[in-house]
């Protein structure tokens, strides 16, 4: 069983809508043994990094994400992908679950803000079963964006600003992008991940 956590401000319906049309069972949750017993952990999120951060204190599921990610495939999807990250800077600096280290700062570019739109991929060479979405289009809707070393970086994306796009760091991996809204290659990408994690 599949695991989206739910703290309240991810777009939880269309996330499991994504992995159910795969074939894949799902319960949205924020209940610790659902979570413990889950194969696989889904932090989807829309919203600002400072008020999810508070949310997932306040409903004591930080330590218990932290602890999850250890032995767990773990994703992070949009702002749940933010929230992977050391620190992040919207509305303040607020810690996050420091999962893979980097920062999360408001996107420096003369585009305009949020980046909205499709917007093309392009795959670095750390995991090779995600070299086939290179120039593949998909679904982005953000302000903030993850820096973060090249070592953890599978895609990024241009928006005359390099915007990491996909991260990795174990079995830990973050999509700043919306799968469940990008089409046939936003399913493609939840089974490689899905792939990946359990190889």
Same mark, same amino acid.
Do not use: H, N, S, W
């Given at each position: 069983m599949i695991a989206i956590v739910d703290y309240g401000m991810g777009n939880v319906a269309s996330v499991q809508?994504?992995?159910?049309k795969l074939g894949y069972p799902v319960? /949205?949750?924020d209940?610790?043994?659902? *979570?413990?017993a889950a194969s696989h952990i889904i *932090?989807?999120?829309v919203g600002s990094f400072q008020a999810a951060m508070?949310? /997932?204190e306040a409903r004591q599921l930080a330590d218990l994400l932290k602890e999850l990610a250890l032995t767990k495939p773990f994703l992070g999807i949009c702002l749940g992908m933010q929230l992977l990250f050391t620190t992040g800077y919207e509305n303040g600096l607020t810690k996050g679950l420091n999962l893979i280290p980097g920062?999360?700062?408001?996107?420096?570019?003369?585009q305009l803000l949020p980046h909205i739109g499709w917007n093309e991929l392009k795959i670095t060479d750390l995991v090779p079963s995600f070299k086939r979405f290179d120039g593949s289009y998909v679904y982005f809707v953000h302000s903030y964006a993850a820096r973060t070393s090249a070592e953890y970086t599978v895609a990024y994306t241009d928006y005359d600003a390099e915007i990491t796009a996909i991260v990795k760091k174990g079995h830990v991996y973050g999509i700043q992008f919306h799968p469940e809204k990008s089409a046939h290659i936003g399913s493609e990408i939840i089974k490689t991940f899905l792939n990946e994690v359990s190889s």
């Open positions: 809508t994504a992995f159910e319960i /949205i949750t209940q610790p043994d659902q *979570l413990k *932090l989807p999120g508070a949310e /997932i920062t999360v700062e408001r996107i420096e570019t003369p």
